[in-house]
């Protein structure tokens, strides 16, 4: 079936620095997302994006934390700067549509970002 | 405040029997109702979902029970197979209002006693 590729599949960073988190969706697919999930939480929505755009964000999505998809590459998560508690493993999704009943979201395997 | 509740964290069955795995919600404005399972290794996966005109959804072994009025939802796994072993999370989200949003359950673990 479709798949949503993350890169990497593990992170290790020192705090303060940049990181980007890469996903590669579904190919027609034109609604993207990003969760955050710490360890033994449940998964929390950060953003979704479509069309170049911001649709919705949530507290989560943080001043230091950009997304975007240029010309149709990845679909980047940035942070910069991390910080201890940005430690989590990322989710990206992707969609072909929003808002329809059984539109299902496709998940990456995530991944595991570990500041220290 | 979590909004929505899952229970139980894990849970173990024989082969054969029907589990039932529970979610809760605050949140009376959200009107569409999936259910992820994710088997170790691999990426979350839509499973079954419900919108609230109904109160039961069925897909072969797989059954969500939905009740409006206590704003709660459940899966029952009819016959549980060994290769139902995987984490299910419930969720929630606005769907009338366009959004893809989900809003998780923390997962429950389920596993076929050997």
């Known amino acids: 079936g479709p798949k949503v590729l993350q890169i990497p599949s593990h992170q290790i960073i020192d705090m303060g620095q940049m990181v980007t988190l890469n996903c590669d969706p579904v190919s027609n697919h034109l609604y993207f997302y990003w969760y955050k999930q710490i360890l033994g939480q449940q998964m929390e929505f950060l953003v979704n994006?479509?069309?170049?755009?911001?649709?919705?964000k949530s507290k989560l999505f943080k001043d230091q934390f950009s997304v975007e998809r240029p010309d149709g590459s990845y679909f980047t998560l940035k942070i910069q700067p991390t910080a201890l508690e940005d430690s989590a493993v990322y989710f990206c999704?992707?969609?072909?549509?929003?808002?329809?009943?059984?539109?299902?979201?496709?998940f990456g395997h995530g991944t595991k970002l570990s500041v220290l | 405040q979590q909004q929505v509740r899952q229970s139980p964290q894990s849970l173990t069955v024989w082969e054969g029997e029907t589990a039932i795995l529970n979610c809760s919600y605050e949140?009376?404005?959200?009107?569409?109702f999936p259910w992820y399972h994710q088997f170790p290794g691999e990426s979350p996966a839509l499973l079954i979902a419900i919108r609230p005109v109904s109160n039961k959804k069925e897909d072969g072994r797989f059954t969500i029970f939905f009740n409006k009025r206590e704003k709660k939802f459940s899966l029952h796994i009819a016959d549980s197979q060994p290769g139902d072993s995987a984490t299910y999370f419930c969720a929630a989200s606005h769907l009338g209002t366009g959004s893809n949003r989900l809003t998780f359950g923390k997962g429950t673990k389920f596993s076929l006693i050997p």
């Open positions: 949140d009376s404005t959200f009107d569409y």
């Open positions: 994006f479509y069309n170049g755009k911001v649709m919705e």
């Open positions: 999704a992707s969609s072909l549509e929003a808002g329809r009943a059984n539109e299902r979201l496709f």
